[in-house]
């Protein structure tokens, strides 16, 4: 029943910006931590940035101070908004949350979205 979904990806320029947005619904009584990952052709998954429930961040070297990651836990989305976009961000970004349903506490992953950066 417990179901994320990821929007917001697209086609932009280099030093560009784009904000991804992720909602979660179904039965859910609370949310944990929350994150982005992305995963380009040929490469393994890497982690974008993750934010837990009080709001406490971390963000991989290759993003920082580009890329901020925020949350709203009312409405049960995590939102990244990535700035000074590089070539070399160009992925799938997948939505990552950590969610306590009715059969536990479980990872949950968003089906992608595809954010390419043009040089």
């Given at each position: 029943q417990v179901q994320v979904v990821e929007s917001g990806g697209g086609l932009v320029q280099a030093g560009g910006s784009l904000r991804l947005?992720?909602?979660?619904?179904?039965?859910?009584?609370r949310i944990n931590?929350?994150?982005w990952y992305r995963q380009a052709p040929g490469k393994q998954r890497e982690l974008v940035a993750t934010i837990t429930s009080?709001?406490?961040?971390?963000y991989a070297?290759?993003?920082?101070?580009?890329?901020?990651?925020?949350?709203d836990n009312a409405k049960n989305t995590v939102t990244l908004q990535m700035n000074s976009l590089k070539?070399?961000?160009t992925s799938v970004y997948y939505c990552n949350?950590?969610?306590l349903g009715g059969l536990g506490?479980?990872?949950y992953w968003g089906q992608g979205t595809q954010v390419t950066v043009s040089s």
């Open positions: 947005s992720c909602a979660a619904s179904g039965r859910i009584f931590d929350m994150g009080g709001g406490s961040t971390n070297n290759s993003v920082k101070g580009r890329f901020t990651i925020s949350r070539p070399e961000d949350a950590n969610i506490a479980y990872d």
